[in-house]
């Protein structure tokens, strides 16, 4: 149980274009997810906290304008990452809290690449 | 800031040896502490996690030791094999959110 699904696995996409991630709590309702962002040899960022029905709360720093996530029902969050730059490029975890809110559950990420 | 710290350099062990990989966390106390394996591309998994009136708890061949007055914690692999080889990511609490290490590489040699 507890699985969270992620898509694409990984994409690649042009300057100036859009990208749209997908996050899916397979077998359980979550009502509040997170994103998070991971370059090369370093931590896990968190970027925002995602819950259904609302906005969602980005992390300082993080552009809201740039990085749209809707959390639209209780299995399913979207990021999309808007005129992205090569700068972008990185990987994107999700994960979806369960019933506790120390239990989260990692997605496999998505690797974006902005040629 | 609140801070979760690993040792970003790389442990490198003989196969059936004992791990043992540190978290520190500084400025600030948070309720509990977890602990997560990552392989190269794939998203963290869970391992366990320690509650800070928890001493030390223990899960098969994983044991995690939680100490507030040295403010870290210590995750040890007994036996270690050399599909134990991952990234170990720490992460605190804060509020409703989690604040990750910088993990630290595990690699076992056979």
């Known amino acids: 149980g507890a699985v969270v699904s992620q898509h694409p696995s990984w994409v690649i996409c042009k300057s100036g274009t859009s990208v749209k991630i997908e996050c899916r709590s397979l077998d359980f309702q979550a009502t509040t997810m997170f994103w998070y962002r991971q370059f090369p040899k370093q931590s896990l960022m968190l970027m925002a906290t995602s819950n259904e029905g609302s906005k969602a709360t980005y992390e300082q720093g993080v552009e809201k304008d740039k990085f749209l996530i809707n959390h639209a029902s209780l299995t399913l969050s979207t990021l999309t990452v808007t005129s992205a730059h090569p700068e972008d490029s990185s990987f994107y975890i999700c994960?979806?809290?369960?019933?506790?809110?120390?239990?989260?559950?990692f997605g496999p990420g998505t690797r974006l690449t902005v040629t | 800031s609140q801070k979760i710290e690993q040792n970003s350099e790389a442990l490198n062990i003989q196969e059936g040896k004992t791990a043992t990989l540190t978290c520190n966390y500084t400025?600030?106390?948070?309720?509990?502490l977890q602990w997560y394996r990552q392989d190269p591309g794939r998203g963290p998994v869970f391992l366990l996690l320690?509650?800070?009136?928890?001493k030390e708890k223990r899960k098969e061949r994983l044991k995690v030791t939680f100490d507030t007055t040295l403010k870290q914690s210590l995750f040890h692999i007994t036996a270690s094999q050399p599909a134990d080889s991952a990234t170990y990511l720490c992460?605190?609490?804060?509020?409703?959110?989690?604040?990750f290490g910088q993990g630290t590489e595990l690699s076992v040699k056979p």
């Open positions: 320690i509650r800070e009136n928890e």
């Open positions: 400025n600030y106390s948070p309720a509990y």
């Open positions: 992460a605190g609490n804060q509020g409703g959110k989690l604040i």
């Open positions: 994960s979806a809290q369960g019933l506790a809110a120390y239990e989260q559950y």
